[in-house]
């Protein structure tokens, strides 16, 4: 198994316990959510680092491509078990949490007198487990390019300070 395979799977599981951590002994709150996808961040970033610096402790002069690659493959094997885990989080552990927020677009919408059914479906459409975790997916994606691109091009603009 690569190291950067090691790195994402580590990463993630960490997540994994951090949000179910949060879920046991937090009980999910909106105040407390923004430090749990900070803490997805974190572990996102690191296992990105990690796993691109132990790529070029070993192939040195490998070129910007393979690179690349292996920071994609990071990053997909993070998502990937993110996202899989977002979807069984919603829909197993917490389906509350979507039909709070669902209900909390019901009683807005009666309230102020312009209740449209469009409202409620959006509202179902967007706080659903499946839409959720596939949001996730793609927007772990599209961030994992970009920064494995920016790391990519910082340890080959000074690669003596990550070969240490």
């Known amino acids: 198994m690569e190291d950067y395979t090691k790195y994402a799977l580590g990463a993630s599981f960490g ?27 974190l572990f996102f970033l690191l296992a990105l680092f990690l796993g691109l610096k132990s790529y070029k402790g070993k192939y040195p002069t490998a070129d910007l491509t393979s ?36 209900e909390d677009v019901n009683i807005a919408a009666q309230q102020s007198e312009q209740a449209t059914e469009n ?17 996730t ?9 970009f920064y494995t691109l920016i790391l990519v091009l910082i340890m080959r603009a000074k690669p003596a300070f990550f070969n240490s």
Do not use: C, Q
């Not at 994994?16 to 407390?32: E, G, H, T």
């Not at 959510?33 to 803490?39: A, E, K, L, S």
């Not at 409202?119 to 949001?135: L, P």
């Open 15 to 41: 997540g994994i316990i951090v949000k179910m951590s949060y879920f046991l002994w937090l009980y999910p709150n909106d105040d407390w959510d923004m430090y749990v996808r900070f803490g997805y961040l």
């Open 67 to 102: 690179d690349v690659k292996t920071g994609i493959k990071t990053t997909s094997i993070f998502a990937l078990i993110i996202s899989s885990f977002t979807w069984v989080y919603y829909k197993f552990v917490n389906p509350a949490y979507f039909a709070n927020k669902i």
């Open 119 to 135: 409202a409620i479906n959006t509202a179902e459409f967007i706080f659903n487990a499946f839409t959720h975790s596939t949001i």
């Open 137 to 145: 997916l793609f927007g772990m994606m599209v961030i994992g390019f």
